[in-house]
């Protein structure tokens, strides 16, 4: 009988799509022209700020147009030849690495930990880490601050990677749950019968079944850390200076250099937008934590 | 309304469809007679489920035509073409109570508040929630909703057909007979046509009166449950009917005997004569009518007894002849065979198969 | 799933425990210590019980940061949420398009936070950004940096703009879990659209809904870069939320003793409102 459940398989996917488009009721062709609205609103600020990326500061504060004027790579030149610029980039993306993998490495256990047992204290855990997401990051610098002095890790990646998993922990541990629900304790069940132990199960047998929801959290611990601004500011200073702080810092005696800013700003746009778009079919539901 | 005529109808879900894509539907004519329940039958990925949307007026057919009686509705959209649908699991409207859920098609349509209070009130009496009306529709188990799923579709009196999409699919197996006969009872009640699509014959062989089997996109056999099971037309519908379904040996003409591998029936010389001269041939017959036998018996097959299943009131005994094998069903108290043996194989209930299609029986 | 009753099951969620106390539990301690205490230098510390909290809730300058605060999040929720919806509706469920559009929209949840304040720093402005000159252009006056309508404006169209993408990719995700049969089923019970999204589709994003819901409020509850790097507070102080107040007091001033005291009741309200958020959401669920 597989042979006739290949081409029915095709065919329903197809009969899907036409379903769908008659199911909205919606004018498919006003809906795309609310959709091709929403997203030029989208795009026209970004537009705005790559415009700027390519003109000179004297040029941006001149005058108005809707084009670049005398376009220019002198920017975006001075942000991979000066050492100041490129490496906070790359001071960046080795604290969200870090706070990537250490989030990961704690919130995986526990994730899986939640979603199979029950245990003392267990629904409070859960909450009291949502309530975490629910702190305010101002409220943390000065005490962060003091901390981190204490164990002399001021302005070192390590710092900023820890002081992020305030909300990423958490978050982590969410989406996991939820992408873990998922997998039915019958596997588990089957492994340890086969005589595996509980760390080569986990790796070699659980992990790659939820890997579009590791990828996914992956994604948002990066995202949150990377957009972070005051908790990076406050545990930093030279040695470790993010891209985020060393934009907020550059005042020359003339004033802001927006070109130079813009072109900055566009380069901390681009690894997300490459990075999203690998996970791009799991986006939605990584938002939903999992839970849809 | 009358009947429901499908005329010439074929459908591919690609968008501009060529002879190599994938066809849902291969080519459909059928009638569906006013008042009649039928089952639709077949396995997965056959096209059951198109057919039934195509009916209904959710998917439109890349060729054909329906009619409605006179009426042409191939163009016409579902909400105006009289029929009600229930689908494999509950669809409910959640935030509403029964009531509600009950009340919305004739809200939609206009209906007058004290006629819709009656009509809601006929078809939950008839389908035995009148207690739970007022009750929020989330709150019930799975046969409740699918029963107010159901009574969507009757509260509507226009309604002229309604259709199943494998609807006991969710429901317990002790409370599927209840349903079962419900919706017997609605039938007998309002005579809508029922069309009933399912991929397990049980569901299909005691509720319909008149059984549709399709395959790989085709109708393969309109018939009673009767004639299914003691005439199948096509090979499918005899290995598909029936537990377990029909012996088929593939078989080829050789003097006055039709060969397999492993034995050969000799044939009557006027059957022999009439056999067609090109198509593959296969023979078919059902377990039940295998008769096991002595060896040295004229006409009976020499065979090997490899497998025995008892099953309570029946055994089912799998028998080698050489390479072939084949199953034979032997009722509790008869002698259930081992070792070497023998079966004969009636000619009124062999059948032979020439390019999967029936040609006549070996007597 | 059925769950298995196993202490043992506690190592497993010691690393979290232990990374999520040392980074959070410990820094809140130091507050609730300052919040209490009043230092005058490294030695000298005096314990003062409420004073502090009693002096942050009667100083206006907070009272109208607490104001402006729930104004704003009031407004970005009534905004963002609808139109999250809205958006999520007219995207394509299947296919590239579907995959492509959904990436294009996203984009504003990947900038950071002082890029996003950059952005629309320049882009609002009168004479250089193209939303400026274009409200000036229809001839009304717009200058965030004078007035603080203005500013207002800015400020929440940015964060429309910055987070609406949020609420729409968990509408869409919502959405697209309803099962085609209900679509299927409203059609042949003759439903209107606005019966559709009424009867079936909001009821199914209801879970998705509270966690936008609650997301959005905590996080605008919370911000700080983006309006302090467009208007920094200003002009004046009409578009000083709270974190900006914030951090005024902590950094700027250097007032430990107040500012511990403000966080932990900032802290306070947002669990308080959280929960009641949570709680409205799942009774409205029920009924």
């Known amino acids: ?292 | 309304m009358s009947e429901i005529r499908i005329e010439g109808l074929r459908h591919s879900y690609a968008r501009n469809p060529t002879a190599s894509d994938p066809w849902a539907l291969k080519r459909v004519d059928h009638v569906w007679r006013d008042g009649g329940a039928y089952a639709l039958l077949g396995p997965s990925g056959c096209g059951k489920t198109t057919m039934l949307n195509i009916i209904s007026g959710l998917v439109r057919p890349t060729e054909g035509r329906i009619y409605f009686g006179e009426r042409d509705v191939t163009d016409v959209p579902t909400e105006r073409r009289n029929i009600a649908q229930v689908f494999q699991f509950p669809v409910l409207y959640d935030t509403m109570t029964m009531r509600g859920n009950l009340d919305f098609p004739l809200r939609n349509r206009g209906i007058p508040k004290a006629e819709r209070r009656a009509r809601v009130e006929e078809v939950a009496a008839m389908l035995d929630l009148s207690d739970s009306l007022d009750l929020r529709a989330s709150g019930l188990g799975a046969p409740e909703k699918q029963m107010i799923s159901l009574g969507r579709g009757l509260v509507r009196s226009d309604v002229a057909a309604i259709l199943f999409d494998e609807p006991l699919t969710v429901i317990d197996p002790q409370v599927k007979f209840t349903l079962r006969r419900k919706l017997k009872e609605v039938h007998e009640r309002f005579k809508p046509t029922l069309i009933y699509v399912t991929h397990d014959q049980n569901e299909a062989l005691t509720f319909a009166d008149q059984v549709v089997v399709m395959y790989d996109g085709e109708v393969v056999q309109v018939g009673t449950p009767e004639d299914l099971y003691e005439r199948p037309a096509h090979s499918f519908v005899g290995y598909f009917i029936g537990s377990p379904g029909m012996n088929f040996l593939q078989v080829e003409p050789s003097g006055g005997s039709l060969v397999f591998q492993g034995g050969a029936l000799a044939l009557d010389e006027t059957v022999a004569a009439g056999l067609p001269s090109k198509g593959a041939l296969k023979l078919g017959i059902r377990p039940s009518a295998l008769r096991i036998a002595d060896r040295g018996t004229p006409g009976a097959i020499d065979a090997d007894v490899v497998d025995v299943e008892t099953l309570g009131a029946y055994a089912i005994v799998e028998l080698a002849m050489g390479p072939t094998r084949i199953k034979a069903r032997v009722r509790d108290g008869e002698p259930i065979p081992s070792g070497a043996t023998a079966v004969s194989l009636p000619p009124r209930q062999t059948l032979l198969y020439a390019d999967e299609r029936l040609i006549g029986a070996l007597a | 799933m059925i769950q298995v009753d196993n202490n043992r099951a506690w190592l497993l969620v010691l690393p979290v425990v232990v990374v999520v106390a040392f980074t959070a539990i410990v820094p809140l301690m130091t507050v609730v210590n300052y919040s209490v205490q009043d230092i005058f230098g490294p030695e000298t510390r005096v314990f003062v019980g409420v004073e502090w909290f009693r002096e942050v809730i009667d100083d206006d300058r907070v009272r109208e940061a607490f104001g402006r605060q729930f104004l704003f999040s009031a407004l970005v929720l009534l905004i963002e949420i609808p139109l999250g919806v809205a958006v999520a509706l007219i995207l394509p469920l299947r296919g590239w398009r579907s995959s492509l559009a959904v990436v294009a929209i996203a984009l504003p949840l990947l900038i950071p936070f002082n890029v996003v304040g950059m952005i629309w720093q320049v882009f609002a402005r009168p004479e250089i950004g193209l939303f400026g000159t274009s409200v000036n252009a229809l001839g009304i006056p717009f200058n965030y940096t004078a007035d603080p309508l203005s500013a207002w404006v800015t400020i929440v169209i940015m964060d429309v703009w910055h987070w609406t993408p949020l609420v729409a990719l968990l509408a869409f995700a919502g959405l697209r879990a309803i099962p085609p049969a209900y679509y299927q089923a409203a059609r042949i019970d003759g439903a209107s659209r606005l019966a559709v999204f009424f009867y079936i589709e909001l009821p199914k994003l209801r879970n998705v809904l509270t966690i936008a819901i609650l997301l959005r409020f905590m996080d605008s509850f919370m911000i700080y870069t983006e309006p302090f790097v467009v208007t920094g507070g200003g002009p004046g102080s009409s578009t000083t939320f709270l974190s900006i107040n914030l951090v005024k007091m902590a950094v700027g001033q250097f007032d430990l003793g107040p500012a511990a005291a403000f966080s932990l009741l900032y802290f306070l309200v947002i669990l308080l409102f959280s929960y009641i958020f949570y709680t409205i959401l799942q009774q409205v669920a029920s009924k």
Not at chain 1, 43 to 61: A, C, H, K, N, Q
Not at chain 1, 172 to 188: K, N, S, T, Y
């Open chain 1, 1 to 292: 009988m597989s042979a006739i459940s290949q081409p029915a398989k095709r065919s329903e996917a197809l009969g899907e799509k036409r379903r769908d488009a008659r199911r909205r009721g919606l004018s498919r062709w006003g809906s795309r022209a609310a959709l091709c609205l929403y997203i030029a609103f989208v795009f026209v600020p970004i537009y705005w700020l790559v415009r700027m990326s390519f003109m000179e500061t004297t040029d941006i504060l001149g005058g108005f147009s809707i084009l670049p004027r005398n376009v220019t790579l002198a920017n975006y030149e001075t942000i991979f030849t000066d050492p100041s610029w490129y490496l906070s980039y790359w001071n960046s993306l080795v604290f969200v690495t870090l706070n990537t993998l250490i989030s990961l490495a704690v919130a995986l256990p526990a994730a899986y930990a939640f979603s199979r047992f029950r245990f003392i204290g267990d629904k409070h855990i859960f909450f009291w880490l949502f309530t975490n997401r629910m702190a305010p990051p101002a409220v943390f610098l000065l005490p962060f601050f003091q901390l981190y002095s204490t164990f002399g890790m001021i302005d070192t990646h390590l710092a900023v990677a820890l002081a992020h998993c305030l909300f990423n922990v958490p978050l982590a541990v969410w989406i996991l749950e939820g992408f873990m629900r998922g997998v039915p304790r019958e596997i588990d069940e089957t492994a340890y019968i086969d005589g595996y132990s509980f760390p080569r199960f986990f790796v070699t047998v659980f992990i790659p079944l939820i890997a579009p929801g590791v990828g996914v959290t992956a994604f948002f611990c990066f995202m949150f850390s990377w957009i972070e601004l005051l908790i990076a500011r406050t545990l930093t200073s030279v040695e470790a200076k993010p891209i985020v702080v060393a934009m907020t810092r550059t005042v020359s005696a003339s004033g802001l250099d927006w070109g130079l800013l813009a072109a900055a700003g566009v380069l901390t746009i681009v690894p997300g937008a490459i990075v999203i778009w690998f996970v791009r079919n799991y986006i939605a539901k990584g938002f939903a934590l999992g839970r849809v």
